[in-house]
C-alpha cells in the first residue's frame, strides 16, 4: 500500500503584502473559490476528514471568508501535484 504524504499550510506573510496579481490578470478571473462540501466531492473523501486536515494543519490550505471556509482550486491544483507519487518495481511483485 502506497504512502500519503501530507504538506503542512504555510501562513499568510506577516507583512500583509500580497502577490502582484492585478484584477485584470488571467489568474485572477480563473480563480475559483470552492467550499469543503464541494471539494469533498471533487476529491471522493469525506467533509469530516478534510475538517481533521484543517485541524491538524495539514491538508491543502484553505481561506476563511466571513465564517466560511474556502479553498482556491489553484492551491488545491498545487497541493495534489506537490503529493503526486509513482509505483515502485516493488510494488507490482517484482
Given at each position: 500500500m502506497g504512502n500519503i504524504?501530507?504538506?503542512?499550510?504555510e501562513p499568510a506573510p506577516a507583512d500583509g503584502q500580497l502577490a502582484?496579481?492585478?484584477?485584470?490578470?488571467?489568474?485572477?478571473?480563473?480563480?475559483?473559490l470552492v467550499s469543503t462540501r464541494e471539494l469533498s466531492a471533487i476529491w471522493g473523501v469525506p467533509e469530516s476528514t478534510l475538517r481533521y486536515w484543517r485541524c491538524a494543519e495539514?491538508?491543502?490550505?484553505y481561506?476563511?471568508?466571513?465564517?466560511r471556509i474556502k479553498y482556491d482550486l489553484v492551491d488545491v491544483e498545487l497541493y495534489v501535484?506537490?503529493?503526486?507519487?509513482?509505483p515502485s518495481v516493488r510494488a507490482h511483485g517484482g
Open positions: 504524504v501530507v504538506l503542512k499550510h502582484d496579481l492585478q484584477i485584470n490578470d488571467p489568474e485572477f478571473k480563473s480563480r475559483r495539514v491538508g491543502p490550505p481561506v476563511k471568508l466571513g465564517g501535484r506537490a503529493n503526486k507519487r509513482n
